[in-house]
């Protein structure tokens, strides 16, 4: 960061990149017009680097990455430009960080389909994208396997509340149910 002082005492701060690039030289005259451009400028230079160290920390989707930058009190021609940016050095794609997200938590959690899906959109993935990706990576038989997981040794009655709780979709906690009737040893009527 750069601190440029004016003639009338005051003074304004913008991106050390900016400063180098604009070649300003001291004693140069800066129109307010020009004053705000090299801010404008300047703001697009922090939107980006902060966009950066946001995706070295972690996958984004354009819409959680969007977020994060306003949060932080960028503009919104800052945030803009630093979410293309980063489309196009191909650091963001929401395919791949859906698919990625989808892929880790069906391996390493006992949630459902439903789960997922809201998951995926509360970290800004497009419904279109959410929908396509858990079809592939959260089939059916897939959803089936980690229910039953969950189920195995308990009640029907706890089955049903658990399922429910962990965004399991009708079907399949009414498969689990049919699969506990037919295991079940007969009832004997003493």
Not at 10 to 23: C, D, M, N, T, Y
Not at 52 to 63: C, D, F, I, P, Y
């Amino acid at each position: 960061m750069v601190r440029i002082h004016l003639s009338d005492g005051s003074f304004f701060i913008i991106a050390a990149e900016v400063f180098a690039r604009e070649g300003i030289a001291a004693g140069a005259r800066l129109e307010e017009s020009r004053i705000a451009a090299l801010e404008a400028s300047s703001q697009n230079v922090l939107a980006r680097e902060s966009a950066l160290r946001l995706l070295s920390r972690a996958g984004q989707t354009r819409r959680g990455l969007a977020r994060k930058l306003r949060s932080r009190g960028f503009p919104v021609d800052a945030v803009r430009a630093a979410v293309n940016r980063m489309t196009e050095l191909g650091y963001l794609d929401d395919q791949v960080f859906a698919e990625n997200w989808a892929r880790y938590r069906v391996s390493t959690r006992r949630e459902g389909w439903k789960s997922l899906y809201r998951g995926l959109l509360r970290n800004g993935v497009p419904r279109k994208i959410a929908e396509q990706v858990l079809g592939e990576v959260c089939t059916d038989e897939v959803e089936l396997e980690r229910a039953r997981l969950l189920a195995r040794g308990l009640p029907p009655k706890v089955v049903v509340g658990r399922l429910t709780a962990r965004g399991f979709r009708s079907r399949t906690i009414a498969r689990i149910l049919s699969e506990m009737r037919k295991e079940a040893p007969p009832e004997t009527g003493d």
